[in-house]
Structure formats: structure tokens, C-alpha cells
T-cell receptor
Framework: EAGVAQSPRYKIIEKRQSVAFWCNPI?????LYWYQQILGQGPKLLIQ????????DSQLPKDRFSAERLKGVDSTLKIQPAKLEDSAVYLC?????????????FGPGTRLTVT | GNSVTQMEGPVTLSEEAFLTINCTYT??????LFWYVQYPGEGLQLLLK?????DKGSNKGFEATYRKETTSFHLEKGSVQVSDSAVYFC???????????FGKGTKLSVKP
């Protein structure tokens, strides 16, 4: 079974530029999560989708971050414009359904450096 | 609000030593508790979980018991191996949405 795929794996941009990350969840998984992991900290949820609807985006900085999951499969996370404090690893995870009885499977992450 | 506190790392042990990584949580109600592990160069993966008080989660020789009275979920292993070197994250999930709140992680290095 293929795991969660993410691209790119690494990205370096200058502040005020824009960037987009892509995630392909495990086939058949209805729930998709985006987490931000700043160096030395644990992952923090940015947004959660159930199929193509948003379940929770309370911690997404909506003035600069956006995410979509148009067909309920792949998802993109965008930052525009980027700030230095956005330097982090962006993790995508998926689970069969929503709820803590369903294991979340994580992708390898995209490491973003903003200079 | 909900939060997780883990012991600071890094932790360095010799092979076959006993491991404890402390984890305490703050939450209203009854969260589910998890330990995730991140091996070098790999993504996060679930190590074990417990969903109610006094439950013990176990996997690959690791164990953790959900202690409601002390709001703790300490990770233990009787004899660590070099291959256990990784970063360990304690996490909680509360509510029907299932999203996770993580601790800061504890890096474990096991030397032969």
C-alpha cells in the first residue's frame, strides 16, 4: 500500500514570495490533515478536511495561508506572502475517517526555509 | 486548553538500558493518548495508543499506561536497542474530530 506522498521535499524561498505544497493521501482515506512543525516543537494542526469539506481550520493563519482539497483526494497548501517565521516542516497526514479511533498516517513532510 | 508536556531531551542511553520518557497532559474530559515515533529520515508513525483510563498500549517492546489520576502517559521499554534511536512524541486527541495535539518531542540516542 502506497503511503502519503508529499512534494516538494525541500523548498527555499525569500520572504514575501509565495509557495505551494502538494499532498496525495493514502487511497480511500476520507480525512486529510496539514500540520506545521517548527524546529524543536511538535506538529501543530493547521487544517483538517473530511472529503473536500473543511472540518477544522481554527489555527490556520488565513491572511496568508490557504488550502484546498477540490476533489476530495489531493490537497494543496499555499503560503502567500511567506514570512521568516513560516520556516518549518509541513506535514500531511491522512486517515480512513475522522475520529481518534482512526490512525493517522503521515507523509515525509516538506521542509520550507524562508530567507 | 488541551496540552501535552514531555520531558526535555536529548536522552542518551546505552544498549539494553531501561527507558522512560515522561509525558503529562492537560485536557477536559477524557482524551485518547498516543505515542508517535519519527525515525531518522522517515515520517511520523504511530507507536502505541490508549483510549481510556488504565488502558495499557504496547508495541515493539514499548509500553505506556493511561493514568487519569496523575494525567500521565509515560513511555517505557525494558531494554533499548540502537535501532530505537528516534524522536518520540506524546500526543492527545479529544473529541470526534480526532485531530492531534503533540508535545515537543524527545530525542533518544542509543549507543552500542
Amino acid at each position: 500500500e502506497a503511503g502519503v506522498a508529499q512534494s516538494p521535499r525541500y523548498k527555499i524561498i525569500e520572504k514575501r514570495q509565495s509557495v505551494a505544497f502538494w499532498c496525495n493521501p493514502i487511497s480511500g482515506h476520507a480525512t486529510l490533515y496539514w500540520y506545521q512543525q517548527i524546529l524543536g516543537q511538535g506538529p501543530k494542526l493547521l487544517i483538517q478536511f473530511q472529503n473536500n469539506g473543511v472540518v477544522d481550520d481554527s489555527q490556520l493563519p488565513k491572511d496568508r495561508f490557504s488550502a484546498e482539497r477540490l476533489k476530495g483526494v489531493d490537497s494543496t497548501l499555499k503560503i502567500q506572502p511567506a514570512k521568516l517565521e513560516d520556516s518549518a516542516v509541513y506535514l500531511c497526514a491522512s486517515s480512513l475517517e475522522t475520529g481518534d479511533s482512526y490512525e493517522q498516517y503521515f507523509g515525509p513532510g516538506t521542509r520550507l526555509t524562508v530567507t | 486548553g488541551n496540552s501535552v508536556t514531555q520531558m526535555e531531551g536529548p536522552v542518551t542511553l546505552s544498549e539494553e538500558a531501561f527507558l522512560t520518557i515522561n509525558c503529562t497532559y492537560t485536557a477536559t474530559g477524557y482524551p485518547s493518548l498516543f505515542w508517535y515515533v519519527q525515525y531518522p529520515g522517515e515520517g511520523l508513525q504511530l507507536l502505541l495508543k490508549a483510549t481510556k483510563a488504565d488502558d495499557k498500549g504496547s508495541n515493539k517492546g514499548f509500553e505506556a499506561t493511561y493514568r487519569k489520576e496523575t494525567t500521565s502517559f509515560h513511555l517505557e521499554k525494558g531494554s533499548v536497542q540502537v535501532s530505537d534511536s528516534a524522536v518520540y512524541f506524546c500526543a492527545l486527541s479529544r473529541g470526534s474530530q480526532g485531530n492531534l495535539i503533540f508535545g515537543k518531542g524527545t530525542k533518544l540516542s542509543v549507543k552500542p
